[in-house]
């Protein structure tokens, strides 16, 4: 399947049970369904392996196709369809982890076209946990930050930043300044160009003045 040998090292180490398994009746299975149901393209049935390595001790009936059923239902079809990017999503439990995180950005306020479109954009939505991911950023967004669940909605990934080390350390810089950026513009740019950009503001608000 074109999966190098050292990549198969790290995959057993996290999976020894492959090393007993029986390829006709365990793996087979999901390569097939991976090619088949899926439709990913075999050049890309090694990145899926090699990104997420639980795929191949899933049960395809049991939890696989359901889930598969499930993201294609909620939109992960078309353009948007399951790619070697998302076939992480495939291992989740749709009523322990993909339901109730859907739920959980419904009782935001979110319509759920909404919700739908926020995850479509950025799927690994899907995979952050609500309680040390989402509440917290959401708290700090909406006290702390004065948000608008608006923006959340044009810029969902800002779930995918880290609360410490970018997204608390950004907004007191642009707070000690007296700016305001939109999170896209506060959180997409490099350590070194948000510096640049405050310089940037800092001196067009001193020419400002001077006029």
Known sequence: MGIE?????????????????????????????LLNDVVLPFRDIRKSIIRCPRILVCSVEDQLKPTFEFLKEFGFSGRNRITCQTTVLLVSSVELTLNPKINYMLSLGFKRDDVVNMVLRSPGLLTFSIEKNFRPKVEFFMKEMNGDLRELKMFPQYFSFSLEGKIKPRHRLLVEHGFTMSLSEMLKVSDGEFSARLIEMRLRLVEDKQL
């Open 5 to 33: 040998r050292s990549a198969i090292g790290r995959i057993l180490d996290m999976h020894p049970q492959l090393l007993t398994s029986d390829p006709y009746n365990d793996l087979y299975p999901v390569f097939d369904f």
